[in-house]
């Protein structure tokens, strides 16, 4: 898919897609649909001609998991997600589909790093080359955030149960 | 999406969102096409994203780009006219006797001019605009109306009265391109059991703000 030269084109071009992702975290269509909006708000300023889709998958990636970091949004949104229809689970973290409580949780003890990983290999569905190549890591620095990742929610999964 | 559709398998490795929204898009992609031949769950997926439809809300770009182009008169003109206007009201509000009505929610803007603060209340799905009341849940956004061919930066503070001296900021600071009720970006709730004093600060001694109270 070509780059958008302006943000209007960008955003007729890639607008519903970014939606549709972000909806895939937040769980909440207007809430995503705020958020994409607002990113392209911020960019106009300084808007890149280079900019292309995975760019901005990122860029909203990041925006999504600030909101879920926000307690106040993040209350708001776990409200909201039990009303949302389940998603279509084809990654699994460890039998669990991911939603905003894991995120939100997985947040408290992970680094921006770890959760751009984890949304993009749970959320957005990608294979570990995808992520490196997505991300500008190597394959095996995946490989060691994703287990990092499943550790922490196994850690999770035994507090729950000892709670 | 029906329980059965989340339950849903992928044959082997999943095509990523990504791809197929590329591959949706028009990017030809012979992988893409003979995976989700064969794998309901992908194939379910792309369907999905081909029959969404998504309501974007506006993106008002700025002007400024067009303002470099125009002929001097033609940016002179409104200005003056501008000028002049508010050299009517000035005078018409020192005359004596003259009423004064203050509006908090609205800001006169170096530059700019008057800018009006309005909001937006969803509640349940249902939209109120200018709403001054709140309950538990309610979805609040906020608008300006300012003339179009300007622009004005945001800082959004929430205050509960009565209560924290120091104020909430529940949306980032924007640039909005001016217009008739433009929404600026994201969105709050607001909580508690005393009024809200949401204010919008376009410099460091200009503002507007709506006061909202609880049910």
């Known amino acids: 898919m070509e780059?958008?030269?302006?943000?209007?084109?960008?955003?007729?071009?890639?607008?519903?897609?970014?939606?549709?992702?972000?909806?895939?975290?937040?769980?909440n269509r207007e809430d995503a649909t705020d958020v994409v909006h607002a990113l392209f708000?911020?960019?106009?300023?300084?808007?890149?001609?280079?900019?292309?889709?995975p760019y901005l998958y990122r860029a909203i990636t990041n925006r999504c998991l600030n909101m879920v970091r926000d307690r106040g949004t993040r209350a708001r949104l776990l409200e909201r997600e039990g009303a949302s229809a389940a998603p279509v689970g084809r990654v699994k973290l460890e039998d669990h589909v991911v939603g905003v409580g894991l995120i939100a949780a997985l947040a408290e003890r992970l680094d921006e790093g770890h959760m751009e990983v984890l949304v993009a290999r749970f959320v957005d569905d990608m294979t570990q080359e995808e992520i490196a190549a997505h991300l500008g890591l190597s394959r095996k620095t995946i490989g060691k955030r994703l287990d990092r990742i499943r550790d922490e929610v196994i850690s999770l999964r035994g507090q729950e149960v000892a709670g | 999406m029906s329980t059965s559709a989340a339950n849903l398998a992928c044959i082997g490795e999943p095509i990523s969102w990504l791809r197929l929204e590329t591959f949706a898009a028009g990017s030809p992609d012979a992988s893409v096409d003979t995976h989700v031949a064969e794998c309901p769950a992908c194939r379910h997926c792309l369907?999905?994203?081909?029959?969404?439809?998504?309501?974007?809300?506006?993106?008002?770009m700025p002007s400024s780009v067009k303002?470099?182009?125009?002929?001097?008169?033609?940016?002179?003109?409104?200005?003056?006219?501008?000028?002049?206007?508010?050299a009517v009201i000035f005078i018409v509000a020192k005359r004596p006797g003259g009423t004064h009505v203050v509006r908090e929610d609205v800001a006169i803007v170096k530059g700019v001019g008057e800018v009006i603060l309005g909001t937006v209340r969803e509640r349940g799905g249902a939209i109120a605009e200018d709403a001054h009341t709140f309950a538990p849940g309610d979805r609040w956004k906020l608008v300006l109306t300012c003339p179009p061919a300007d622009e004005v930066h945001t800082d959004v503070t929430v205050v509960e009265l009565d209560t924290k001296p120091y104020p909430d900021r529940p949306l980032a600071p924007a640039t909005i391109a001016c217009g008739n009720r433009v929404v600026l970006p994201g969105a709050f709730t607001l909580t508690g059991a005393h009024a809200n004093r949401v204010c919008v600060s376009f410099d460091a001694?200009?503002?507007?703000?709506?006061?909202?109270?609880?049910?």
């Open chain 2, 67 to 86: 303002k470099a182009q125009r002929a001097w008169w033609k940016t002179a003109a409104p200005l003056l006219a501008a000028a002049a206007a508010a």
């Open chain 2, 47 to 60: 369907e999905q994203l081909r029959a969404d439809t998504v309501a974007l809300p506006a993106l008002v």
């Open chain 2, 205 to 215: 001694t200009t503002q507007a703000c709506v006061t909202i109270a609880p049910e």
């Open chain 1, 3 to 27: 780059p958008a030269p302006d943000p209007q084109s960008a955003y007729r071009a890639h607008g519903a897609a970014l939606v549709r992702k972000a909806e895939r975290i937040l769980r």
């Open chain 1, 41 to 53: 708000v911020d960019l106009i300023p300084t808007w890149n001609p280079d900019v292309n889709l």
